[in-house]
């Protein structure tokens, strides 16, 4: 049985895979003395305030130029986002021979393309929905049924305000990014999907655990 931990760390939440299990933890929670004993720890580490060094039994997961016939499109291979990174290995993987597009919808949303070579076109970033309605936190939110409608009170303006923000950005870049990749597969992860996903307007597959799973394999592949 596999023995090796593979562990997210992210902006919010901490993520780890082991023996074809998941588990997550607040961020401000974790520390790596809740894992268990393992052989060794693969960790994508995109947080700012959580800080591991690589060593004999912990490996630092960096992007690199190529991952088989993935290609990724920065110019410095290792300041494309490692969390990024990994999703397309696990996109790759998945729709080998295709175009697709992977999103993230997490603290921010990431949007990134590649086309059926396998060459990474690039992508985009921006604030995920409750990074956006920090910015005005005297503002309260409410449950929306739907986005097209307008609010009669300040709550209900503010929570159909944002939603449709980060909704409408995902489904217009969508639709722009078929224009070019008609048959490009969707694949979206990210734990800020339940918010959104009764109004995305395209087909898609999500996969809750998208970049542990691209950690593994790349894990696997590098050996």
């Keep these: 049985m596999n023995n090796q931990i593979y562990l997210d760390i992210g902006n919010s939440y901490a993520k780890w895979k082991f023996q074809e299990n998941y588990f997550h933890v607040p961020i401000d929670e974790f520390a790596l003395d809740l894992l268990p004993i393992s052989s060794k720890i693969w960790v994508s580490n995109v947080s700012k305030d959580f800080h591991v060094e690589s060593n004999s039994y912990i490996h630092i997961v960096e992007p690199t130029q190529r991952y088989k016939l993935l290609t990724n499109s920065y110019k410095e291979p290792n300041l494309l986002g490692t969390d990024r990174w990994l999703a397309l290995i696990a996109s790759y993987e998945k729709f080998y021979e295709h175009s697709f597009i992977t999103i993230d919808i997490g603290s ?116």
């Design 108 to 223: 921010a949303v990431t949007i990134d393309v590649v086309d059926s070579s396998g060459k990474h076109q690039g992508g985009l970033i921006f604030p995920g929905l409750n990074k956006i309605r920090q910015t005005i936190n005297s503002f309260p939110v409410s449950h929306i049924e739907n986005i097209y409608a307008l609010g009669d009170s300040t709550q209900k303006a503010w929570s159909i305000g944002t939603l449709g923000l980060v909704v409408n950005s995902i489904n217009i870049k969508v639709s722009q990014i078929k224009i070019e990749f008609p048959h490009a597969r969707i694949l979206i992860s990210g734990g800020g999907f339940k918010n959104l996903e009764r109004f995305l307007n395209f087909s898609y597959e999500y996969h809750k655990n998208l970049v542990l799973d691209g950690l593994e394999l790349y894990a696997d592949y590098v050996g």
